[in-house]
């Protein structure tokens, strides 16, 4: 017996030492270290007033059809004409549905497929907190007239709308989300044109105007209108990841720049549960309420299956190298130390978003007075489907979950699977790490998978390189500004971004990067 023991640990130890030599020699990553100095891009007063300008305009986009008000819209296409003459003199500028805006720069090469950079124009509402001083409104030239708008808000440190630039910083509502990056690119796209020798390649933007409710007719009609005239192209590029700072995600010692090169599907479903109605001195052994609770519980313990996708995967593989050795040995063992890991990532919202189709209960509808028993209690669950899940399968859990109960389900909102996982070895994705690199030379660049949804997946039948990401690097506080209250860009990451642009437009038919 004592020698069996004694060949069981030194078979253990065997193995234990296989597991940490597989750690040290897995081919994790090495953030790339660089002696050249990070470029440092010099302010402009005439760039800066340019995106101001653009932040005064409340181009607040509304879910309803009847309630979208479209004049601060109309405003700020004659703003972009009026600060841009020479794009408009030279691009090819038309609109679709009348707000979709889309700009051409014809190359030297029309064997070559073009580039496409998207952003939009709309925000989201600056919120309702109480106004310090009724006097600031914002007053703009128009043909229509603007809805009103709310000014300084408590928790703004200027008004949302200010376009106040202070203390290193451009401040109000768009300024990260997603102005900022719409007037980089065209900040980038003039220095092109300044330069007068054109790429080889066509060169698009595409701009929407109701991302925020959804795209439909913004982007889609773009989209479907690129489809119309049989075009492809060779990449696209959109919002999505950012550089993170060292520090902002636990366990990776540096600074983290995420491409995304997928991002999950949507969908909203509206449960039912039917019961006995009736007053609150007589209830049954099991109310309509009730009901529903048991089936939320059920959603909300037993979630859709976590996994690691190869995309998590490859995530994995470029962050683990900057990780303490419990993690890296984790991930090099995958094989057998998979479900611990799972175990630790589903732990933290942030990284379970990253391994698992997302359960969030959000709306709940019952009676509308205390002692009356409704029949029917209404909820709603939105999921954010992995690449890995289907719109079908998840239908199928809920319908497992509602197993004995009388129910009816409904889809509300817009449904969308998860998109397409972009290849992460092509040169459109090197472009964007070249540039990175010549702002941040000592980084982690990783693919990512974007959890939010963006305007980039109606145009996936375009192209299969499609990348969400926006050069910017911000810590934890500035992140949780975009939809929120004091939203701002410093002056340094809005420079910085058009270099970013201008480096992937005028280089990438000049050099092809080295191979990671």
């Known amino acids: 017996m004592k020698k069996l023991l004694l060949v069981l640990l030194l078979l253990l130890i065997v193995i234990f030492i296989g597991l940490v030599i597989n750690t040290l020699l897995f081919p994790f990553a090495k953030i790339k270290k660089s002696d050249a100095q990070a470029f440092q891009p010099i302010s402009n007063d005439s760039i800066l007033s340019r995106l101001a300008g653009g932040i005064k305009i409340p181009s607040v986009s509304n879910g309803d059809p009847n ?24 691009l090819e500028i038309y609109t679709v549905h009348s707000y979709g805006l889309v700009f051409k720069l014809k190359g030297s090469n029309s064997n070559l497929l073009p580039l496409l950079f998207l952003s939009h124009y709309d925000v989201v509402p600056p919120g309702s907190a109480e106004i310090k001083n009724k006097s600031e409104h914002v007053f703009l030239p128009s043909d229509k007239p603007l809805p009103p708008v709310s000014t300084i808000a408590e928790d703004w440190n200027y008004a949302p709308f200010s376009g106040a630039v202070a203390d290193g910083r451009i401040y109000g509502r768009g300024t990260l989300d ?56 060779e990449a696209v590029y959109d919002e999505g990841g950012l550089i ?34 009736g007053h609150s ?23 859709m299956k ?74 709603v669950v939105n999921f954010r489907l992995l690449p890995e899940n289907t719109i079908q399968e998840v239908q199928a859990h809920v319908k497992k979950a509602t197993a004995g109960f009388d129910v009816e389900i409904e889809q509300v909102d817009n449904a969308r699977e998860a998109s397409n996982v972009s290849p992460s070895d092509t040169k459109a994705y090197q472009m964007m790490e070249a540039s990175i690199r010549k702002l941040y030379p000592d980084l982690i660049v990783t693919p990512y998978l974007t959890v939010g949804g963006t305007d980039a997946v109606k145009y996936q039948e375009l192209s299969k390189n499609i990348y969400r990401f926006m050069p910017i690097k911000i810590n934890h506080s500035e992140q949780q500004s975009m939809h929120s209250t004091n939203e701002y860009i410093s002056i340094e990451n809005y420079m910085k971004m058009i270099a970013y642009f201008y480096y992937i437009m005028r280089n990438y038919d000049e050099q092809i990067p080295a191979s990671k």
């Open 244 to 277: 993170l700072e060292k520090g902002s995600v636990k366990g990776i010692h540096s600074d983290v720049a995420l491409i995304g090169c997928a991002e999950k599907g949507f969908l909203s479903l509206k449960v039912k549960v039917k019961g006995l109605g």
């Open 178 to 233: 997603m102005k900022g990056m719409l007037f980089s690119l065209l900040e980038a796209m003039q220095k092109i044109l300044l330069d007068k020798e054109r790429p080889e390649r066509d060169i698009y933007l595409a701009f929407g105007f109701d991302e925020e409710v959804g795209g439909e007719l913004g982007a889609s009609k773009i989209a479907a209108d690129f489809k119309r005239k049989g075009l492809r192209f």
């Open 281 to 303: 001195s007589m209830p049954p052994s099991e109310t309509a309420m009730g009901k529903a609770a048991v089936i939320m519980q059920r959603l909300e313990e037993q979630q």
């Open 67 to 90: 309630l979208f008000a479209y004049a601060p819209f109309d405003t700020f296409k004659q703003y972009i004409a009026a600060s841009y003459p020479l794009i408009h003199q030279q």
């Open 306 to 379: 976590p996994m690691i996708s190869p995309l998590i995967q490859r995530f994995f593989q470029q962050i683990g190298g900057s990780m303490p050795f419990v993690s890296r040995f984790a991930i090099a063992n995958r094989w057998l130390m998979e479900p611990m890991l799972l175990a630790q990532l589903t732990k933290n919202h942030s990284t379970n978003a990253l391994v698992r189709s997302t359960t969030a209960l959000t709306m709940m509808k019952g009676s509308d007075a205390p002692n009356v028993l409704s029949p029917e209690v209404e909820f």
